[in-house]
């Protein structure tokens, strides 16, 4: 009898330990019912400020450098970004943007003045990298250009007649000059960024004031050398400053403005950022609570959006988001490097999905910044360059550029980590323009696999097939010795059944799933 007890304890204990190691209750199921709208290619943009190596570097070694390049910029970046499918980039800054006077990076390079950099280093800027350079540059990419704007320091002339010298087609003024520098056509640039941070580095402005300067900006760029599909971005709020969201609604009529923008870093503290790749499980658990709040801050500035704009006609931009941490011990601290580990996978593939899942009015965001800088999809080192975690999570997620939302209801075990807890899975899913389904999962629990059960309410699907980005520790990064250290594999660990899903989601893994 006391045997036969001791067994059966063995197997409770045996089966209470697999169910820790694997909990079953996550669901992910299809909602048929519900509105379905477009995943916007934008909301998978990046971010190129004039900051650390970013540009210098990162993008543009110069047509004299032994690097293959194309027109200066590095030939091996670019075919990574086209691989990723990068759809736009962001440019100058930035808090760049607010000193940035676009006349000093035209004309002959021996000619354009040297100004210092005074937000990043104050390193000297010769301006050899400039407006063809950069648009010449996304027409290479595949790239939409994002013109950000100097409304701190710039005047609202010189921003009018920045559009005119990109966009005007006819005789102008400023279209005679593009051409005697050497492009014929304009490149008619949608997004224009009004300013950055008008907050904080474009101005310290109070947001009364600064829906006046942007009234007035926004009216000059959209003068007789408008195209008609300007969009105009205006400098948008810190994170949970719901209150310059709502006074910039009020304030600008609707015919002003396209876009309004967000900012928002996942930092642990801004004192006590941590390390970017030596990190404890707590400032994991910080970082990935403060990217999961993207989800609250969307529905939040969305619901005062929707007071003004019911109709969602005016996007939000989150054009800055990403990982914060401490710079790269030896490195210039004004340069913002800092590595890319299996954390910053999480905190990728996490928003990511939450940006889809809210694409009724998150139309566009960049993630900053793309070569670098904070949390970079490339690192570049002389001739050498590392594709990051964060690079392989857009290239797998760009299944989505363009889709058809399938909105989903997630219902997920905890992530537990002392008395905090967090939702472990998030998903997203999208149908693309030839049928085939894409859903793409996120475990963010540190220890535990999630068995996921994805009902897809009546679709029929004959095949399932999937990549899968992990790694044996959270901590782990693509270095310059060891380049390929993390990379998608082919997903083994999903099986198809009557249209129903179970997955099983390798702890801290990020999945994306092919339904045919
Ligand atoms: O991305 C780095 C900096 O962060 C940007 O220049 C600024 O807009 C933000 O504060």
Same mark, same amino acid.
């Given at each position: ?31 048929? %019912? ?34 293959? #390049? ?36 035209? &004309? ?22 400039? !407006? ?7 027409? /290479? ?55 950055? /941070?008008?907050?904080?580095? &474009? ?8 829906? %006046? ?20 971005? @205006?400098?948008?709020? #810190? ?21 309004? @923008? ?13 390390? @970017?790749?030596?990190? !404890? ?84 965001? #960049? ?30 997620? #760009? ?14 075990? %905890? ?13 997203? @899913? ?20 999630? /068995? ?36 998608? !594999? ?23 799933? /092919?339904?045919?």
């Amino acid at each position: 009898m006391k045997k036969q007890y001791h067994y059966i304890r063995a197997g409770v204990i045996a089966l209470l330990l697999s169910a820790q190691a694997t909990q079953a209750q996550n669901t992910v199921t299809f909602r048929s %019912d519900a509105p379905t709208q477009t995943i916007n290619r934008n909301i998978y943009g990046h971010f190129a400020e004039h900051l650390g190596n970013c540009i210098y570097g990162g993008f543009y070694v110069g047509d004299t450098s032994h690097i293959p #390049n194309t027109n200066g910029v590095r030939k091996d970046v670019i075919a990574a970004l086209r691989k990723m499918k990068i759809p736009n980039l962001r440019w100058p800054g930035g808090c760049f943007a607010d000193t940035y006077h676009w006349k000093d990076g035209i &004309g002959p390079k021996d000619k354009r003045p040297a100004i210092v950099n005074t937000w990043w280093g104050n390193v000297t800027e010769n301006n050899s990298f400039g !407006t063809h350079d950069f648009l010449n540059m996304c027409e /290479e990419l595949g790239a939409e250009p994002y013109l950000s704007g100097n409304v701190g320091s710039g005047t609202v002339q010189e921003l009018a007649d920045w559009v005119q010298y990109a966009n005007f087609g006819g005789k102008s003024p400023m279209s005679d000059l593009r051409q005697q520098n050497g492009r014929q056509e304009p490149w008619k640039v949608r997004f224009w960024g009004v300013g950055n /941070e008008a907050w904080g580095c &474009g101005g310290n402005m109070r947001p009364e004031y600064y829906a %006046d300067l942007y009234r007035k900006f926004a009216t000059f760029m959209h003068s007789e050398w408008k195209n008609d599909h300007i969009f105009r971005i @205006a400098s948008g709020a #810190n994170s949970s400053d719901y209150n310059w969201t709502e006074v910039l609604m009020k304030n600008i009529s609707s015919g002003l403005i396209e876009g309004i @923008a967000l900012h928002h870093y996942s930092v642990i503290d801004w004192n006590r950022k941590g390390d @970017a790749v030596d990190f !404890t499980e707590q400032q994991y658990f910080t970082t990935m609570r403060n990217a999961l709040f993207m989800d609250t801050l969307i529905r939040k500035h969305s619901a005062i959006m929707d007071k003004y704009d019911p109709k969602k006609k005016i996007a939000l931009v989150v054009d800055e988001w990403g990982g914060w941490y401490n710079v790269e011990g030896g490195t210039n601290p004004g340069f913002l490097f800092q590595q890319n580990t299996m954390r910053d996978a999480m905190l990728a593939g996490a928003t990511l999905n939450i940006f889809n899942n809210h694409s009724d009015r998150v139309r566009m965001a #960049n993630l900053a910044q793309a070569i670098n800088v904070l949390q970079s999809v490339i690192l570049t080192k002389g001739d050498t360059m590392v594709l990051t975690p964060t690079y392989y999570v857009m290239e797998m997620y #760009n299944v989505h550029q363009d889709a058809t939302l399938i909105p989903i209801d997630v219902h997920s075990n %905890d992530y537990t980590l002392g008395n905090e807890k967090l939702a472990a899975v998030s998903a997203s @899913a999208s149908k693309d323009k030839n049928g085939v389904t894409h859903i793409s999962l996120v475990n963010i629990d540190a220890h535990k696999t999630q /068995e996921v059960t994805l009902d897809t309410r009546g679709g029929s699907y004959k095949s399932i097939s999937g990549r899968l980005l992990a790694s044996a520790k959270l901590q782990d990064y693509n270095s310059f010795t060891k380049p390929d250290n993390i990379k998608p !594999t082919d997903f083994k660990g999903a099986s198809l059944k009557n249209n129903t899903i179970s997955v099983k989601l390798p702890p801290f893994s990020v999945v994306v799933l /092919e339904l045919r």
